[in-house]
């Protein structure tokens, strides 16, 4: 995949589906800022590309608050003098499941802030360093639950249909400043976010697996690699698309 030489910020990279996103990168010789709220877990992803012979630094951010918004990417384009891709990926779930009449305003405003502001704030300060270069690329993960109902989780489907409907309308503005803005959807995919929910209820996992075509968990590895094929060269004509990679769940 062609990403080689870009300047590549991945948030939330401290784990999960955004570490396995930076990894790749790394592979395909992007240059990458591994950003998280946790720079612990930042670094030691950092510390995996390098052992590989990957090139990556970390700057930490929490994605909700626009000054650290601000500082990743101006601290990006000091180091490297540019930023050619963003993927928005940093984001959280609730710490209780509950319909809507008994959901916590604390669980609506923490996964409001993360997964729907955060990305608001990182696009709007990437799009304006990448119109100011002449382009740039940016790839948000939403979410199968930001294309369908979920039960008892509205705060985290309201913050990824959000985002669904950022990237489109973003893209749509964008679309003539040689900036592309694609989102993709993952199912249940093996991560600490996914661990946390059966710990809570691991009568989940027969559940869920039963509803998943392919009766496993997508690989936080297989989420990447769409990631870096939509931030490339190879798909210079794709903008404003979700691609779900779900094993066949929201057939
Ligand atoms: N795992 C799944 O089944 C699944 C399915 C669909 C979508 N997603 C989405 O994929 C993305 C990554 O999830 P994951 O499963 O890899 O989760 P994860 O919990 O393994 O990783 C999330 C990372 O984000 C960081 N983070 C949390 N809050 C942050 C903040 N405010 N600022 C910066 N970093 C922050 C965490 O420290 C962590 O390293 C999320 O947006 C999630 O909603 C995950």
Redesign the pocket.
């Known amino acids: 995949m062609q990403v080689e030489n870009k300047i590549v910020i991945v948030?939330?990279?401290?784990?999960?589906?955004?570490?396995?996103t930076a990894k790749h990168f790394a592979k395909h010789k992007a240059k990458v800022v591994v950003?998280?709220?946790?720079e612990e877990?930042?670094q030691k992803t950092v510390d995996e590309i390098a052992k590989d012979g990957g090139e990556a630094i970390v700057i930490?951010?929490?994605?909700?608050?626009f000054e650290?918004v601000e500082n990743l990417i101006s601290q990006t384009v000091d180091k490297f003098g540019r930023l050619d891709v963003i993927v928005?990926?940093?984001?959280?779930?609730p710490k209780h499941m509950a319909r809507t009449g008994e959901y916590t305003l604390e669980d609506w405003d923490s996964v409001i802030?993360?997964?729907q502001t955060?990305v608001f704030y990182c696009m709007k300060v990437a799009l304006q360093q990448m119109e100011k270069q002449g382009g740039g690329n940016i790839v948000n993960?939403?979410?199968?639950?930001?294309l369908k109902a979920s039960l008892n989780n509205l705060s985290?489907c309201a913050?990824?249909f959000a985002?669904v409907g950022m990237t489109k309308s973003a893209a749509l503005e964008y679309a003539t400043k040689n900036i592309r803005i694609n989102a993709?959807?993952?199912?249940?995919?093996?991560?600490?976010?996914?661990?946390?929910?059966l710990s809570v209820r691991p009568d989940m996992d027969k559940r869920l697996k039963s509803v998943i075509p392919m009766k496993r968990?997508?690989q936080?590895e297989e989420?990447a690699d769409a990631v870096v094929w939509l931030a490339s060269e190879n798909t210079k004509f794709i903008t404003g698309q979700t691609i779900t990679l779900d094993g066949g769940t929201s057939l």
């Open positions: 948030t939330g990279a401290g784990s999960g589906i955004g570490a396995a950003s998280d709220i946790k877990k930042a930490t951010a929490n994605v909700a608050n650290d928005n990926n940093a984001g959280i779930g802030a993360v997964n955060g993960i939403a979410s199968l639950a930001g985290y913050s990824k985002v993709v959807c993952p199912g249940y995919t093996e991560s600490a976010l996914l661990d946390k929910l968990y997508g936080a989420i």
